[in-house]
């Protein structure tokens, strides 16, 4: 594993919710420290409701982690863009993101400890 990233088990249980719903919930989500960016939490992808979630043609790519996935969260009200995003095949390495999800914060996302 890089040593400018570190991926520990979060500690406690994590929330993800948008348009008034909880995409999930989850005592085995990840946490990923990237330099001196803040913290992102890693969602098991059995542990969020995907039906909420459309796959986006948005790659981006990172030197250390590889391509990532976006996904639109779709809500009652709204679709929010590329909310979420994972690593489907991520760099050697970097393993254990695989099958995970990780969400933008915003004031229409919020992902917390519970």
Not at 16 to 39: H, I
Not at 40 to 62: G, M, N
Not at 83 to 91: D, G, L, R, V
């Amino acid at each position: 594993m890089s040593e400018y990233i570190k991926i520990r088990k979060a500690q406690g249980t994590w929330v993800v919710r948008a348009g008034g719903a909880v995409l999930g919930e989850s005592r085995n989500a990840l946490e990923l420290s990237e330099g001196d960016m803040p913290f992102v939490i890693y969602f098991p992808r059995e542990d969020i409701a995907t039906a909420f979630l459309d796959a986006s043609a948005q790659r981006t790519t990172c030197p250390h982690k590889g391509v990532a996935s976006y996904y639109s969260i779709v809500t009652k009200s709204t679709t929010l863009e590329n909310a979420a995003w994972s690593y489907e095949a991520p760099k050697a390495g970097m393993e254990q993101i695989k099958d995970h999800l990780a969400f933008y914060a915003t004031d229409k996302v919020t992902i917390e400890r519970v």
